[in-house]
């Protein structure tokens, strides 16, 4: 199987073109962010204190989440119920990125990623895929953008479904989210020491397609 790690920064677009660049070479796409969110949304609702390891413990127990993909789209399911939509919302990122400093949390999840990974061919993006998750994976990608980019890219995201949306304050969840995921003590974001950089700052998002695309396409004929 051939795998394709993507890691960056939140806002950095690395689902949408980690999904399309994936169907254009035939690939599985999988977010792992999802994941976390998923486990974020599901700790939001029963009110689970993160620091309370008895109880975070059994909770995870009881949480069931698998991935399907229909007509090539991955779609969430959390405990039965398809959650792909209501994992986006500004207050589940921020919880996905605490979720995801919880060595547990990290643990439970862990097998699944790897476990798809060794059944399809995959473009798999997160925050650790290259270094924790995949770190033999044939090519790893560091997808990027300016904060002040990524957080406009967002702004015009939620703007769409909120009027009140205010830039600001997008912008200032950005820079605390870059912040959590670079410093928090297990497998914090950086950079596989053998990924390929791609700042996405001054590039559509074709273009970024186009980009990820083809440095797929050329690990492929080199392997």
Do not use: W
Not at 73 to 92: A, C, F, K, W
Not at 116 to 127: E, F, I, S, Y
Request: neutral net charge.
């Amino acid at each position: 199987m051939f795998s394709v790690a993507i890691d960056g920064p939140a806002g950095a677009g690395k689902s949408t073109i980690s999904r399309r660049a994936a169907k254009n070479v035939g690939f599985i796409y999988v977010d792992t962010g999802a994941l976390y969110r998923a486990v974020g949304l599901s700790a939001m609702e029963y009110k689970i204190d993160l620091k309370d390891s008895k109880r975070l413990k059994a909770f995870l127990l009881d949480t069931k989440i698998n991935l399907e993909f229909r007509n090539g789209e991955q779609h969430v399911l959390l405990n039965g119920s398809d959650v792909s939509d209501l994992i986006r919302t500004p207050e589940v990122s921020m919880m996905a990125s605490k979720v995801s400093a919880v060595p547990a949390v990290r643990e439970f999840l862990f097998d699944l990623q790897q476990s798809l990974a060794k059944l399809h061919n995959v473009v798999m993006d997160g925050r650790d895929i290259g270094t924790v998750v995949l770190p033999h994976a044939q090519l790893k990608i560091f997808l990027t953008a300016s904060p002040e980019e990524r957080a406009r890219r967002r702004f015009r995201e939620l703007i769409a479904k909120d009027p009140a949306t205010d830039y600001n304050q997008v912008l200032a969840e950005i820079k605390q989210r870059d912040y959590q995921d670079s410093h928090r003590a297990i497998a914090p974001l950086k950079p596989a020491e053998d990924a390929v950089y791609v700042d996405t700052s001054d590039l559509n998002l074709e273009q970024s397609v186009d980009k990820v695309t083809e440095l797929i396409k050329e690990r492929i004929s080199c392997g």
